[in-house]
């Protein structure tokens, strides 16, 4: 690796840099900065009595949970579908591997109105699962279905390339060394893929954080049952109550800007048992 | 990769694909089913008129329009951003890296991926009819 010279070769420094920072500050800086000033408005008492609220509490509490729950279904079967479109043969693979992005393509609120009523007594799934009495439209079980429609696509696409580079080298020598074929997994390929995992997962809980348009339709948005963060901040906004909002927003920065930096931290630590150094 | 990598280990194999393909069947196919079952429902009659609604068309307008112009800002930006961030090494690389890629989501939910940014526009369309 080069180190910063004084002298540059390629061109573009200055412009690129100054473009990507002008960009990056109009649009992520300034209105994260943002936040925090309207919360600062509020004195600190006020936010803690803002965001200890049992209402806001309990939002909280329903958005990780549906979110963590969500997020904890898409790395395994992330992990499924990106080993199955590298590693497997099959006829319709590509069709298959095309569908993945669909939740991109498709606005999150025709998601949620087609996924609530697939899944409400009447529909299709619905009505399979309530002949056991489980209720998935409007309870939290439907947050969570939403939130892993829409958070799919991140956990695939961060494993799928790295699994497509893996050298098969290893896994020869394990398998040589005699190794079952679900040890030369565990051991040898697991390891491998578990940063780009975390790293999907990681993305796809951020977004399963602050997820809205899919997730008000299915969730009934029942207050201290199924009334998400982002809903609740979105009362307030329309409230005119900009203080708490912005309060309450910042809580959920925070503890996704946490969960990210855990993330990261976990990936660097692997990155350096694998690698035998700093990459 | 070569073939040779791709070894059917039997039972294994079809297990996983058919979790896989009962997974996206449940979780993405029906709701694209059901999106366009529900929208010809009342015919297709029904549907172009709904469509040619008068709201309906400037709200798509708006759409496109919205789709275009961010599309463009994020292309150059995009391309600015990744030369600078591939290019060259500077202090504070990974930070915007990571803090570009992660900050949007968590709070606001309504920054998408980069190219699909305008579709979240679409969605006043569909309230008007």
């Not at chain 2, 393909?21 to 993405?28: H, K, R």
């Not at chain 2, 290019?87 to 606001?108: E, L, N, P």
């Amino acid at each position: 690796m080069k180190k910063q010279q004084s002298k540059r070769v390629i061109p573009g420094f200055g412009l690129t840099m100054g473009v990507t920072l002008a960009m990056l500050s109009i649009v992520v800086l300034i209105p994260l900065a943002s936040l925090a000033v309207y919360s600062a408005r509020l004195g600190f008492r006020e936010f803690i009595e803002v965001i200890t609220r049992p209402r806001v509490l309990s939002g909280f509490y329903v958005s990780f949970i549906t979110a963590f729950a969500a997020t904890v279904v898409n790395a395994i079967m992330g992990l499924i579908l990106a080993w199955v479109l590298v590693r497997y043969d099959f006829p319709g693979k590509r069709i298959m591997d095309g569908m993945i992005e669909l939740p991109f393509a498709l606005p999150t609120a025709v998601a949620g109105i087609s996924l609530t009523s697939l899944t409400s007594d009447k529909g299709l799934v619905g009505s399979f699962f309530a002949k056991f009495g489980i209720k998935i439209a409007y309870t939290r079980i439907g947050i969570t279905v939403a939130l892993i429609f829409v958070g799919i696509p991140f956990v695939v696409r961060a494993i799928q390339p790295v699994l497509e580079k893996l050298d098969g080298s290893y896994e020869e020598a394990a398998r040589v060394m005699g190794a079952k074929p679900f040890t030369v997994f565990r051991r040898v390929i697991f390891p491998e893929l578990l940063p780009a995992m975390l790293s999907g997962a990681g993305l796809a809980f951020g977004r399963c954080l602050g997820e809205y348009g899919s997730v008000v339709f299915i969730a009934g948005n029942k207050p201290y049952y199924t009334e998400i963060t982002p809903l609740i901040i979105m009362s307030k906004l329309q409230e005119f109550d900009y203080e708490s909002a912005t309060s309450i927003a910042l809580v959920t920065l925070a503890v996704s800007f946490l969960i990210l930096f855990g993330v990261n931290l976990v990936q660097a630590r692997n990155t350096k048992r694998i690698r035998g150094r700093d990459a | 990769m070569d073939e040779k990598k791709k070894q059917a280990s039997g039972p294994v194999k079809w297990i996983l694909i058919g979790i896989s393909v009962i997974f996206l069947f449940v979780m993405l196919v029906l709701p694209l089913v059901v999106v366009v079952t529900q929208a010809l429902s009342k015919g297709w009659q029904c549907y172009v008129q709904a469509v040619t609604d008068e709201y309906t068309l400037k709200a798509l307008e708006l759409t496109i329009e919205a789709t275009v112009a961010a599309v463009v800002c994020n292309t150059i930006f995009g391309l600015c951003a990744a030369w600078a961030m591939t290019k060259f090494h500077f202090r504070g690389k990974k930070a915007s890296d990571d803090f570009d890629r992660y900050s949007g989501y968590g709070i606001t939910g309504h920054r998408r991926s980069y190219l699909y940014s305008g579709f979240w526009k679409t969605e006043p369309a569909l309230f008007c009819s």
